[in-house]
């Protein structure tokens, strides 16, 4: 039998993708690099109104919607549209995710240590990129499972395979700007982990879950800190965020039909050493 050849693996064509967190800087170019690979791509994110604009200039069927991924109602609602639309749900993507954010930068060199951050930030990370993953999973996922196909993927983080390297966060004059807190590297592992479990609980059913790992990606940080990721990074640079994409793809489609319970990473050899 004659393989498959690389244009046709990677095709999308007639299949029905829902991004997370599609409004994020990674979800925007996920949701173009679906819609280019032949999908129609669902943007689900909080802002309503974003993500119907967003989900009109991808067009082709493609559609936004306002989610929140830590309500069950709200991902509920989210899954009888797009099966009232089109359907099927093909491809799960988790975009979705909240980092550390604090109001200026005595606030977030105190706080991101270890010994004073905050509860409630804590409980909202895990609420989003914890929870949030696993409902999702559970409510979208589960059609899939009942459809006897589809491709999930999480996003995951080189932090939640190695610890963060303190030091990048330190200002060329020896000053702390940040640390990188516990939180996200907890919550990445923890997708991870999760990743793994669905791969086998729903292999059987059809449904590979995998997750792609990405290192850090340029989005404007001041200068010092990108030539300080650059010096750590055997490539010599942070990601564009366009780079993440191929491996997305790659993940949602028959390209990686024997590929289940991995985690891609894409961090131009960050974890290498």
Known sequence: ??????????????????????????????????????????????????????????????????????????????????????????????????????????????????????????????????????????????????????????????????APDQSIYRRPDGTQAFHKSAVYPATKGAVLALTRFLSTYWAASGVRCNAISPGGVANGQERWFMDNYGARTPLGRMAQAGEIAGAMVFLASDASSYVTGHNLVVDGGWTAW
Not at 53 to 70: H, I, K, P, Q
Not at 83 to 111: K, M, P, T, Y
Not at 145 to 159: D, K, L, Q
Request: proline residues 2%; charged residues 25%.
């Open 1 to 162: 039998m004659t393989a498959p050849t690389p244009d046709v693996l990677f095709r999308l064509d007639g299949r029905t993708a829902v991004v997370t967190g599609g409004l994020g800087l990674l979800g925007r170019v996920h949701c173009r690099a679906l819609r280019a690979a032949g999908a129609r791509v669902v943007v689900a994110d909080l802002d309503g109104g974003a993500c119907a604009a967003f989900g009109r200039e991808l067009g082709a069927g493609s559609f936004g919607m306002e989610t929140d991924v830590s309500s069950p109602h709200s991902l509920h609602a989210l899954r009888e549209r797009v099966l009232a639309e089109h359907g099927r749900i093909d491809v799960l993507l988790n975009d979705a995710a909240i980092d550390d954010r604090f109001n200026d930068g005595a606030e977030a060199a105190r706080f991101t240590r270890f010994e004073e951050y905050p509860l409630e930030a804590w409980k909202r990370s895990f609420d989003v990129n914890v929870t949030g993953t696993f409902l999702a999973c559970q409510v979208l996922g589960a059609e899939m499972a009942r459809a006897g196909r589809g491709s999930i993927i999480n996003i995951g983080s080189t932090y939640g395979v190695v």
